[in-house]
């Protein structure tokens, strides 16, 4: 038995069969007469011509062949049912028919390059035009078995590699295949880490990388750095190893053209590390744009003192006062290298920045957790702002649900995790409600590259036993007008009483009129019975307090003020923090108790200690935090209270806060502090002694 195989000019399978006995061929469809001396085998013929009738083969009686039209059928007869044939017949096929094979996976080779900030995808070595891929790849999604190319070939669908592989790589993005020219695929930028890790994962495909796709995917996952590096000569900082390695992952990710999430445990520096990038990128660019930085509002005098202090001729404005102020500092923001503003603000704002449609060249989310909901008015307000390059920066990129982790994504790079829509079908309902490991594996691949999270312990070789920091906070402003009102009067009473009575006799009055500006700045309803308004101050300790509790540390609080922790604790209760406090009304033979539980129990994070209650006495190592709430007269007052946690036993490295408002009388007692240290550390906690040292200009400056 003989079948001769080809297609017509539809692409319909065409079968002739002869049946041969000797040297003669019979074609069993037609109705010719054969020699009746001619032992024909019935019974054979009749069961090969019926497996074409399963086939589903139809009678061209015109021509007395076989054709089979239906396309499934046809697919089915060369996958499947040619085996079959194969066994029965002596198969003769013509080269029209043999050229349109089924395609199913082969070894595959792809040219992969980097050009115009797009990851350029060379599809000319696949078996098929790429012309046909939107329509394959449609057929794929709908899980058809195959596709029929123009030509009459076939592309297996079904378990075929090559097409799984281009359907991973364009999963989720906006890919129009129809409109690929040059048999070349372009992707956005942020799919070069996801697309070497599928390479790695299937051998069959064999990849040509042209130098610059090299060099990023070995670049961004950046461990350790080889060389020396560079750091720019407007940065006055000595930065730490892994600093430096921050700040390299950074400027890797800036070159191309990608956002990251530095998400440094708190006290590690993120800022120094964002300064210096910013310093690297104004001194290689003659007309540099410049970069908006967004955090709360209590850290943004904090921002503008970091840059001051760790940077050299770089220009910076804080965007703050009323309307009419602020409009005209966003107008002058072309001016500055730096502009700060916060996420309450710039709320307000956007429409004024939309007036003058800046590009901004960094732009930087602090505190990144404010934009976790991505309804809210913070998030849809910084992703409206252009920027070349965006980060992050936080200590949580995730506080309670993944969805917090994809807002801050897509404010870095819109539409790296896709919408929130199949980002939550992919991944956060099969990792938060069925637990799925394989998704949580694909997830934190897709992440890896673009977060940096390093923790103390891990850089503990590269911290200081202790370190120190400052942190200012604005008024509000009604606390504002009381202040300034009540310095005005101060100021004014102070000078007679001098006048009056001689600096010596003065001490005891004098020191009421400092310490009445104080609590002020701690918060007015210390002394103010009806005060119904916010303090800048507890406003930005709360803040620390939820983020350092988040971020898994144990933290001391002092303050000189007792009467401060009944107006801290209302506070901490709206937001569900436990806490123990230690005051001088603390029994003695509680005190002890206090203490253990505190350095045991790992669900208190919390304790309030009235400085001069818990300044001596006390062994709180179970803390690897020190806030203090108030600046206290006396610098060794303060470090005897920092001294409870930072003493022998403790294998934790410690983070001090020292909270100072802004423009205030704190300020001033921090700069004495400074000044005159070896005065100070030589004072015991006596405030009539310290005073008594101060010249009489030294009092008076502090009423400025």
Not at 659 to 677: D, F, V
């Amino acid at each position: 038995a003989k079948l001769y195989l080809d297609y017509n000019e539809k692409n319909y399978v065409l079968a002739d069969i002869k049946f041969v006995y000797d040297n003669i061929e019979i074609n069993p469809l037609d109705n010719q007469p054969h020699s009746e001396l001619l032992s024909r085998e019935t019974i054979k013929e009749a069961k090969l011509i019926n497996m074409f009738v399963k086939s589903g083969f139809m009678l061209d009686q015109k021509n007395n062949r076989l054709i089979l039209a239906d396309e499934e059928k046809i697919y089915k007869f060369l996958t499947n049912d040619i085996n079959s044939y194969m066994k029965n017949f002596e198969i003769l096929a013509t080269d029209n028919f043999r050229e349109k094979e089924v395609k199913g996976t082969t070894s595959v080779n792809l040219g992969v390059r980097i050009e115009n900030n797009l990851l350029d995808v060379d599809l000319s070595n696949l078996e098929f035009n790429a012309d046909e891929l939107q329509a394959i790849m449609e057929g794929y999604k709908l899980k058809k078995k195959y596709y029929r190319l123009k030509n009459g070939s076939f592309v297996v669908l079904e378990d075929n590699e090559t097409i799984k592989f281009i359907d991973s790589i364009t999963k989720d993005i906006d890919i129009d295949y129809s409109k690929i020219k040059n048999n070349t695929l372009k992707l956005p930028m942020y799919r070069a880490l996801y697309l070497e890790k599928i390479l790695e994962q299937n051998q069959f495909i064999k990849a040509t990388k042209d130098d610059k796709y090299k060099d990023l995917v070995e670049n961004i996952d950046i461990k350790e750095i080889n060389a020396e590096m560079q750091m720019p000569k407007n940065l006055n900082a000595n930065l730490r190893e892994y600093q430096k390695i921050g700040v390299k992952w950074l400027e890797t990710l800036d070159y191309y053209g990608l956002g990251g999430i530095l998400a440094d445990d708190m006290g590690l520096g993120k800022t120094v590390q964002i300064l210096a990038v910013i310093c690297q990128y104004l001194e290689s660019e003659k007309n540099a744009k410049p970069t908006l930085i967004v955090c709360p509002s209590s850290l943004c005098l904090n921002w503008q003192n970091e840059a001051e202090k760790f940077t050299k001729n770089v220009s910076s404005i804080v965007i703050h006062g009323s309307l009419e102020e602020r409009q005209k500092q966003i107008k002058s923001i072309p001016k500055f290298n730096i502009v700060i503003t916060s996420y309450e603000l710039l709320k307000r704002d956007i429409e004024e920045y939309k007036k003058y449609d800046y590009e901004f060249r960094y732009l930087i989310a602090d505190e990144a957790q404010y934009i976790k909901n991505n309804n809210t008015q913070n998030a849809k307000a910084i992703k409206y702002v252009t920027a070349k390059t965006r980060f992050a920066l936080t200590g949580t990129p995730i506080e309670n649900a993944l969805s917090e982790l994809w807002s801050i994504f897509d404010f870095i790079m819109p539409g790296y995790l896709f919408n929130y829509r199949k980002f939550k079908e992919l991944y956060e309902t099969p990792i938060v409600k069925e637990n799925d490991a394989q998704a949580m594996e694909k997830l934190k691949q897709l992440i890896e590259p673009f977060v940096l999270r390093r923790i103390k312990k891990e850089v503990l070789k590269e911290l200081p036993d202790k370190t120190i920091t400052v942190l200012t906070s604005q008024m509000v402003d009604e606390q504002q007008d009381i202040y300034l009102s009540y310095l005005a009067q101060a100021k004014k009473d102070a000078f007679a009483e001098i006048k009056e009575n001689g600096i010596e006799k003065s001490q005891i009055k004098i020191l009421a009129l400092l310490t009445r500006l104080r609590q002020i700045c701690c918060h007015p309803s210390l002394f103010i019975e009806n005060y119904k308004g916010e303090s800048g101050k507890l406003n930005q300790c709360i803040e620390i307090v939820k983020d350092a509790i988040q971020s898994g540390h144990k933290i001391l609080l002092f303050s000189g003020y007792a009467t401060m922790f009944e107006i801290i604790e209302k506070e901490l209760k709206k937001e569900n923090i436990e806490y123990l406090k230690l005051t001088g009304q603390t029994k003695v033979s509680d005190r002890i108790d206090l203490v253990n539980e505190f350095n045991n129990n790992p669900d208190k994070k919390l304790f309030l200690i009235s400085l001069k209650a818990g300044g001596t006495g006390l062994n709180l190592i179970g803390a690897d935090m020190v806030i203090h709430y108030d600046p206290w007269w006396n610098l060794s007052a303060e470090n005897q209270a920092t001294d409870r946690t930072y003493r022998i036993g403790q294998k934790k490295n410690v983070q001090v806060y020292k909270l100072i408002t802004k423009n205030s009388i704190e300020e001033k007692i921090y700069e004495l502090q400074k000044r005159k240290e070896t005065l100070i550390d030589s004072m015991l906690s006596v405030n009539q002694t310290f005073i008594s040292k101060l010249s009489k200009e030294d009092i008076m400056n502090l009423f400025e």
